[in-house]
């Protein structure tokens, strides 16, 4: 990649756009499953979430790839997660003073994002063999795709499970005085499960290419 | 250079861990003041919440200082041994339980609201299934009948053992008594079905059954080590 290159040529935008559908990091590749599940019952704590593992793909990709002509190949897997998991205690960190109550809606899943395998897999597959800001946007765009996704399931649980939408009651009165009630199981992980595997095949329905063939 | 040599990838391992080390220490350190803040203005919230009095972070402090009247600690034998209120709010339980019974420092919060009354506010602290449970417990200036109660914990199963941090759980703990007819201290015993009705029992948490075990052991530990104090009272 020559230096004259524009910040966002096309092929720069396509590593950021690409992880949002088509190599989508939840939906296709079918990685960071985990939280996916565990954090999308409300939107706030998922949208934090997307917010943290963003930063931390991001930043850990331009460090990985500042670096990746130093690393010594046979420890640069303990390299990259020595990064990770020092990026992902400062989010913890930074969570715990400036969002306590959000910090303690995600509890122990923000200390998870450092086996989140998006990250190592970015890292591995991308910053050890692509200059700092490539590797940068193939962060945001990761990060992206998996908030979207994240976003998507937590807007349907907290709709249907708990009738509000960030906090709020967007679900009328008139409604529940007709008989409609809060479906309980939309706030349990199966159900998390259930919306992620109707949005996959909604995906996959609508693009044909990854659809694999028999 | 070679990035291979055994040497090379000592010295890069063992300089990257202290510059993570340094980069990690100093955020801590920076972040720490703030941190503590949220944990205190999460106490407070705590102990208003157990006389029924919501707060947001950003009111917690005020409304504490205005409600909370005194605070203090006292020993088992239920004497005063300090009326410093920071000294009485900084107390950590954790540590305070691991002591034996007599050296223990054990705060009280007293609460003054006009249409309220006076009400004694208890910390509580015990094991829950996963993890550590605490509360706080809101009394009479009778030192026998419950006001109000908070529970809450660090990781108990949502939707079973987390119940008890729950309104639902809570709301039905007033009006209940410690202690018998006779004054002895009874603390309150788990019920399966409603306890409505049973001011010496309260609601299990159906499938919380080692949730709802270690707060019935909490109830008792605790408060029984306020017995003396709570009976000076009357």
């Given at each position: 990649m020559s230096d004259k290159e524009p910040l966002f040529s096309a092929k720069n935008r396509k590593l950021l756009t690409n992880p949002l559908s088509a190599?989508?990091?939840?939906?296709?590749?079918?990685?960071?499953?985990c939280s996916a599940l565990a954090i999308?019952?409300?939107l706030e704590p998922a949208i934090v979430m997307s917010l943290s593992v963003m930063a931390v793909t991001a930043l850990a990709n331009v460090i990985v790839s500042l670096l990746r002509n130093t690393i010594p190949s046979r420890i640069r897997i303990i390299v990259q997660l020595v990064v990770v998991a020092a990026l992902v205690i400062v989010v913890d960190q930074v969570l715990k003073a400036f969002a306590y109550n959000v910090s303690k809606q995600l509890s122990v899943f923000v200390g998870l994002i450092i086996t989140n395998c998006i990250i190592m897999g970015r890292l591995e597959a991308f910053a050890l063999g692509n200059k700092p800001w490539p590797a940068f946007l193939d962060g945001i765009g990761n990060g992206a795709g998996y908030g979207v996704i994240l976003i998507i399931v937590a807007f349907f649980r907290e709709l249907?499970?708990?009738?509000?939408l960030y906090g709020f009651h967007?679900?009328?009165k008139v409604l529940y005085d007709m008989g409609y009630q809060n479906n309980?199981?939309?706030?349990?992980p199966p159900m998390a499960l259930i919306t992620l595997g109707i949005i996959i095949w909604v995906h996959r329905s609508r693009n044909k290419g990854l659809i694999e063939s028999n | 250079m070679n990035t291979q040599s055994n040497t090379y990838t000592f010295l890069y391992a063992s300089i990257l861990v202290v510059v993570v080390a340094a980069v990690l220490s100093f955020t801590a350190l920076q972040l720490k003041p703030r941190q503590n803040k949220n944990r205190e203005i999460e106490k407070k919230q705590y102990i208003l919440k157990a006389v029924d009095i919501s707060s947001t972070p950003e009111d917690a402090e005020a409304l504490y200082k205005k409600y909370i009247e005194k605070a203090f600690l006292v020993n088992s034998q239920g004497k005063t041994i300090s009326e410093d209120m920071d000294k009485a709010f900084e107390v950590d339980l954790k540590v305070e339980n691991a002591k034996a019974l007599k050296n223990r420092e054990l705060p009280v919060f007293i609460f003054e609201k006009e249409g309220v009354g006076e009400k004694i506010i208890l910390p509580i602290r015990g094991k829950g299934m996963w993890g550590p449970i605490w509360g706080f417990i809101s009394m009479d200036t009778d030192g026998k009948t419950i006001y109000g109660a908070i529970f809450d914990h660090?990781?108990?199963?949502?939707?079973?053992?987390?119940?008890?941090?729950?309104p639902a759980f809570q709301?039905?703990?007033?009006?209940?008594?410690?202690?018998d007819e006779q004054g002895t201290f009874t603390s309150l015993a788990l019920r399966k079905?409603?306890?409505?009705?049973?001011?010496h029992q309260f609601d299990a948490v159906s499938g919380g059954t080692v949730t709802s075990k270690g707060l019935e052991k909490m109830l008792r530990d605790n408060l029984g080590s306020y017995e003396k104090f709570l009976k000076s009272l009357n």
């Open positions: 190599e989508n990091p939840i939906t296709v590749q079918v990685l960071g499953i999308t019952a409300k249907l499970g708990s009738g509000t967007v679900i009328p309980g199981l939309m706030i349990l | 660090k990781g108990e199963t949502p939707g079973l053992g987390a119940e008890i941090a729950k709301k039905p703990f007033a009006g209940k008594q410690i202690f079905g409603t306890a409505s009705g049973h001011v």
